[in-house]
């Protein structure tokens, strides 16, 4: 319901189509993106429930509170095609409507926990001191290789 009414607004101001955005929902996906610096991935699936006492009063509620709907009804108004939008998100609501004598539809999502591997296999990146950051003045510095956590944040405190 959210991107048929995102792509009416976008269409009728001439907006551009956005560029695919990374499927947030997809573990294969998440892994390639933040596996490559050493994030382990876990997806969690939950889900939101809407309900109101019908299709008209939830779309009427979500029309006038939901900044981004109120925005975009405002504008369709403005441009007379508000009423097809309507009568489009009434069918889709409609459709997917999971009660007969109310309205409630059950929205899944999923959550992304991302743990950073410990040990030899984290991601690793070589730092150079800087020679006036040196610890030992009158001694060349040399590279090393730390955690990129302790590259960006400084060590964690060891327990």
């Not at 108004?77 to 109310?102: F, M, S, V, W, Y």
């Not at 743990?115 to 984290?122: E, N």
Request: proline share 8%; aromatic share 6%.
């Amino acid at each position: 319901m959210n991107s048929v009414a995102a792509d009416t607004v976008r269409r009728a101001v001439g907006a551009a189509a956005p560029a695919k955005g990374l499927p947030w929902h997809d573990h294969d996906a998440l892994a390639g993106l933040f596996g490559t610096y050493g994030f382990a991935v876990e997806l969690e699936e939950h889900s939101l429930t809407f309900s109101a006492a019908s299709v008209d009063d939830y779309l009427e509620i979500e029309s006038r509170n939901h900044p981004m709907a109120a925005t975009g009804i405002a504008v369709l108004e403005r441009l007379g095609q508000a009423e097809a939008l309507r009568k489009r998100l009434h069918h889709i609501l409609t459709e997917g409507n999971e009660d007969p004598d109310a309205f409630r539809a059950i929205s899944r999502y999923a959550v992304a926990i991302l743990t950073r591997h410990a040990g030899p296999t984290a991601c690793r990146r070589s730092v150079r001191p800087r020679p006036s950051r040196s610890r030992w003045p009158g001694r060349a510095p040399t590279a090393r290789y730390v955690p990129l956590a302790e590259a960006r944040h400084g060590p964690s405190p060891r327990t």
